[in-house]
């Protein structure tokens, strides 16, 4: 019966502890993701290959952006709301993305996210401060600011951060 409750409980705390099956809840302190429908305003952003137009975008504190992402360039991009340093932590788990085939020059493959224990979240591109964009394809993310902050917006596809694709993103009272 001990062995039997032993086991049990040494089961339970390795199915709530791994990262395939419990996702941390993600929070950020400068805003969250809100639907398209409570904009108060759209903001087009060009990728480029290895750049963005524009380089800054001025946003208020408390103002909902619709950003329309168009990738006019030949490879796969992101746009990622952050920091520095959370860019910097968002670049490790892109490299170990492409290292497992998951990411391409060009899109993403469908792979058995289980294999890629060790990750956060079951390596997947699923952050609602982030989206991908394949070339010649649009797509959008839409932000509330809640608080004044310097922030950066940034590709971090591997050596795509390191080659000048990131741009200013101010948040003023």
Known sequence: MFLRK???????????SSPVWASPAQTWDFGQPAPAAKASRSVEVVMGDM?????????KA???????????????????????????????EMLQMQQHGMLTPTGVKAMDHSAMAGMGHGMQHDDPNSVLVEPGKTAELTWTFT???????????PGHYQAGMVGKLTVSQ
Request: proline content about 2%; some cysteine.
């Open 147 to 157: 608080k004044a902050t310097s922030l950066e917006f940034a590709c971090n596809i």
């Open 6 to 16: 032993s086991v049990l409980l040494a089961s339970c705390l390795l199915a709530l």
């Open 51 to 59: 750049t963005f137009t524009p380089k800054a975008i001025e946003i």
């Open 62 to 92: 408390g103002e909902t952006v619709r950003f329309v992402l168009v990738n006019k360039g030949q490879l796969l991009h992101e746009f990622n709301l952050g920091d520095a340093a959370m860019h910097a932590r968002h670049q490790q």
